[in-house]
């Protein structure tokens, strides 16, 4: 019986003392431990359209498309994949939790027996740790998945960001980013501390290089206040501050949210930014409140204008689709924005579908650029955030089903109304 625990300690141990490039070469090595005479890397490009080959010595490859191939259909489906006209390999998920990073080829005589499949997930559980931990010490694994030039602003604003998808049993968030080389101006984060998962979606005015500064400034501020300790309002009221000493004259559109997986309470602060879809049994059931405070950096938050916070009771199972103004207003050749109606019915049907979250990701934003002919005009990005707690107290269910939404502002402070409708951060 072939047993992968031999290759991931072989690989755990022996990588560390190599620099990135070398990995492709290690994990070719560890291929007869699984009774494997190939092991292959492939990892997905930025726009995630292509899986394209980290290739050792000796070892000739080509791009696999994501769309028509079944190394894609490994990594769109996040299950192994046999090609029957290829008897003797079959294609692994490369994942990092639920981070998709690409695929494993296993070359194996022992490809067509279902009992290869847990070595080769445990081999390639390994490998994505390795990838991960290994990364930053080379430039290999970005070059590879750069099919284009990379702009500075895009540069700076993909180091920001945390990796794309995290999940626990009860939680599971996933974003994308569009245009992946020439991105500046939309940034978003999350954090899971303890029991709250704090996300914050983020639109800042203008393009390029002061787009992505003004991102890292908002972002930073972000974290900071999380870290110290400060409240959802104050951490509104703290990103607005900043913006507005270190950039004035400019401004960010942003979502900041805290869920508490415990009771999946949603408490959400809308500055400027499209209201978050609320999906529920596969439907789209409503839009979340649009703004509920100024956006940040125009100086209108302080100790005594702050801003109203919404409350939402979520149902096990629940999603919440946040995104910035790029989905919505791509304009096909025709004029038409792509627009809510186009995004609810998407959304909608990859539900039905019961594609994975990431997949649902991907293919939104691929629905996007094709609509507008591959050439976006505006950031798209979007976040999706999935609450699916194990078990529940009886009388907390009972709750839910009664529970609604509900907008306050802080005791004793004073509200801020908003009505927004034309207020672009472009």
Not at 106 to 117: E, K, M, Q
Not at 208 to 226: M, Q
Not at 265 to 292: E, F, K, Q, S, W
Not at 317 to 326: F, K, Q, S
Request: proline residues 7%; aromatic residues 6%.
């Amino acid at each position: 019986m072939v047993d992968g625990g031999d290759a991931a300690r072989w690989l755990q141990l022996t990588a560390p003392r190599g620099g990135p490039d070398e990995l492709s070469f290690l994990v070719s090595q560890a291929a007869p431990a699984v009774d494997a005479s190939e092991i292959v890397i492939y990892l997905a490009d930025y726009p995630q359209s292509a899986l394209v080959p980290l290739l050792g010595a000796g070892l000739t490859r080509s791009e696999q498309t994501i769309e028509t191939t079944l190394a894609g259909r490994a990594y769109t489906s996040l299950r192994v994949q046999r090609a029957p006209d290829h008897p003797d390999r079959l294609w692994v998920p490369l994942l990092l939790g639920c981070e998709r990073l690409g695929v494993l080829e296993i070359v194996s005589p022992r490809a067509g027996d279902p009992a290869l499949d847990r070595p080769a997930w445990e081999v390639a559980v390994n490998v994505a740790q390795l990838l991960v931990n290994r990364r930053h010490y080379g430039d290999v694994v970005e070059r590879i998945r750069r099919r284009l030039p990379m702009q500075v602003a895009a540069e700076i604003v993909w180091g920001l960001l945390p990796p794309l998808t995290f999940a626990t049993d009860d939680l599971v968030i996933t974003a994308i980013l569009e245009p992946c080389y020439d991105v500046g101006g939309d940034v978003f984060d999350y954090a899971l501390n303890g029991d709250v998962l704090s996300v914050g979606l983020f639109d800042t005015c203008g393009h390029g290089i002061k787009a992505s500064a003004l991102a890292s400034l908002v972002v930073s501020a972000y974290r900071n206040a999380r870290r110290t300790g400060l409240d959802l309002v104050d951490t509104a009221v703290s990103i607005d501050r900043w913006v507005r000493a270190e950039h004035p004259g400019t401004f960010a559109t942003a979502l900041l949210g805290e869920l508490d997986r415990r009771t999946g309470v949603l408490r959400i602060i809308n500055a400027g930014h499209p209201g978050a879809m609320l999906l529920r049994d596969g439907r789209a059931v409503r839009t979340l409140p649009g703004p509920t405070a100024l956006p940040l950096g125009l100086g209108n938050l302080s100790a005594h204008r702050r801003p109203r916070v919404h409350e939402e009771a979520l149902h096990p199972g629940d999603r919440v689709l946040a995104y910035t103004d790029g989905v919505t207003d791509a304009r096909g050749a025709d004029g038409k924005r792509f627009g809510l109606d186009r995004l609810v019915d998407f959304v909608e049907r990859a539900l039905n579908d019961a594609l994975p979250s990431p997949e649902t990701m991907r293919r939104l934003v691929r629905a996007v650029l094709t609509h507008q002919r591959d050439e976006l005009e505006d950031d798209a990005t979007a976040l999706f955030l999935e609450w699916q707690p194990p078990h529940l107290p009886l009388a907390h269910l009972e709750r839910l089903t009664s529970a609604h939404g509900t907008t306050h502002a802080p005791p004793g402070d004073h509200e801020v109304v908003v009505a927004l409708p034309g207020v672009s951060s472009q």
